[in-house]
Nanobody
């Protein structure tokens, strides 16, 4: 079983920055990462894809965060990051890490809350 642990969420003012981390680990299980993604879910809204990165470094972003958010990964550490700059009120949500293995098994983290408020 693969476990994902997110960190880095918190309260920030509009225009501020946060860096989220997602560390993947497993005991007794060998896994190979195909892609890691960040999703978010705001109150009363559906979960939406924010950004993704493949093991080869190919990235994609939601239009709403392009130019403000940057996804990256440290493959040896099985860790993905989401650098969030120029945060807006509408970025407030719980952010979830998602991992897809090369055998197309999917795992989710428990989420880390991000609140953008003045």
């Amino acid at each position: 079983q693969v476990q994902l642990v997110e960190s880095g969420g918190g309260l920030v003012q509009p225009g501020g920055s946060l860096r989220l981390s997602c560390a993947a680990s497993a005991s007794g299980t060998i896994f190979n990462i195909y892609a890691m993604k960040w999703y978010r879910q705001a109150p009363g809204k559906q979960r939406e894809l924010v950004a993704g990165i493949t093991s080869h470094g190919i990235t994609n972003y939601a239009d709403s965060v392009k130019g403000r958010f940057t996804i990256s990964s440290d493959n040896p550490k099985n860790t993905a990051y989401l650098q969030m700059d120029s945060l807006k009120l509408e970025d407030t949500a719980v952010y979830y890490c998602n991992l897809l293995t090369t055998s197309f098994t999917e795992y989710w983290g428990k989420g880390t809350p991000v609140t953008v408020s003045s």
